[in-house]
T-cell receptor, first 114, second 115 residues
């Protein structure tokens, strides 16, 4: 099946630990995005990548890091520097080119830091 | 920078009735896209409808339609014949026309459809 996979669906970590959220896609899309969702805040951009080995910071990048070594994968690491990491994290992809304007979303990962 | 404002945090509508969700945005771009996304309790984001700014005709998808007023920077969503399955968070979003730029989202409107 074509799609976007985020695993796991629920993730629990102790305070002070780094944690990596997975995002994998087999849609052959060029661009990938990470958004954070908090109650009453909508979705806010953390990082995005338009091509392999390149990525840009979003509005709330502090305390997060990413890599884009393969087209299919865009993992997000939540570091201990992120002051309030408990949130719902959504990965999205988009195909490049004129007329391809839709972003497709994965099912999300709920991270809870205890 | 672009901003998107949804001024209605919560709304409710009776089943089979019509409801309109409001969205305003601010941008200096002349060409862009606007979207409405739906997020049901499963939390999966689903595209409801999109509008290209250079198209004057309002987009329509079955029971969903928009009222796009470019000069006023307004982009409202009308849901006709509301169904229980329409209960969800609805997000208005903006995207520049060029490049793989990210979406800019409003804070959302929680819509409840009442039987």
């Amino acid at each position: 099946d074509g799609g976007i996979t985020q695993s796991p669906k629920y993730l629990f970590r102790k305070e002070g630990q780094n944690v990596t959220l997975s995002c994998e896609q087999n849609l052959n899309h060029d661009a990938m995005y990470w958004y954070r969702q908090d109650p009453g805040q909508g979705l806010r951009l953390i990082y995005y990548s338009q091509i392999v080995n390149d990525f840009q910071k979003g509005d709330i990048a502090e305390g997060y890091s990413v890599s884009r070594e393969k087209k299919e994968s865009f993992p997000l690491t939540v570091t201990s520097a992120q002051k309030n990491p408990t949130a719902f994290y959504l990965c999205a992809t988009r195909l490049s080119g004129t007329g391809h304007n839709e972003q497709f979303f994965g099912p999300g990962t709920r991270l809870t830091v205890l | 920078a672009q901003t998107v404002t949804q001024s209605q945090p919560e709304m409710s509508v009776q089943e089979a009735e019509t409801v309109t969700l409001s969205c305003t945005y601010d941008t200096s771009e002349s060409n862009y896209y606007l979207f409405w996304y739906k997020q049901p309790p499963s939390r999966q984001m689903i595209l409801v409808i999109r509008q290209e700014a250079y198209k004057q005709q309002n987009a329509t998808e079955n029971r969903f339609s928009v009222n796009f007023q470019k000069a006023a920077k307004s982009f409202s969503l009308k849901i006709s014949d509301s169904q229980l399955g329409d209960t969800a968070m609805y997000f208005c979003a903006f995207m520049k026309h060029s490049g793989n730029t990210p979406l800019v989202f409003g804070k959302g409107t929680r819509l409840s459809v009442i039987a």
